[in-house]
């Protein structure tokens, strides 16, 4: 089992940035490839953002030129930045991650993903 540890929910204004994190407990060193979903209400679960821990990644147009990831040095950590935010933005917010890189068609597919984190809310007023 896989543990994911993610933090940096909260509320914003409209234009606002929130930056989510989500570690991995994976040997480091380890490949891995973490990805990030939300499900806003009466809405399906989306894929945003994806990234392997080799620095490939991938996004949903929602989120081009809006959102980045990154990680940090031992790369077990992956940050979300979220810039603009708009009230559309407004979800729950889980990171997933799988223990393999995944093809870049795949990345943003819930199926990639064998561990999920307890999710994080964000929430974007007008």
């Known amino acids: 089992q896989v543990q994911l540890t993610e933090c940096g929910g909260g509320s914003v204004r409209a234009g606002g940035s929130l930056r989510l994190s989500c570690a991995v407990a994976?040997?480091?060193?380890?490949?891995?490839?973490m990805g990030w979903f939300r499900r806003a209400p009466g809405k399906e679960r989306e894929g945003i953002a994806a990234?392997?821990?080799?620095?490939?990644?991938s996004y949903a147009d929602s989120a081009k030129g809006r959102f980045t990831l990154s990680q940090d040095g031992d790369r077990r950590t992956v940050y979300l930045q979220m810039n603009n935010l708009e009230p559309e933005d407004t979800a729950l917010y889980y990171c997933?991650?799988?223990?393999?890189?995944?093809?870049?068609?795949?990345?943003?597919?819930?199926?990639?993903?064998?561990?999920w984190g307890q999710g994080t809310q964000v929430t974007v007023s007008s």
């Open positions: 997933a991650a799988t223990l393999s890189w995944a093809p870049e068609g795949t990345r943003l597919s819930a199926g990639t993903y064998t561990y």
């Open positions: 994976v040997p480091t060193g380890g490949k891995y490839c």
């Open positions: 990234l392997n821990n080799d620095d490939s990644t």
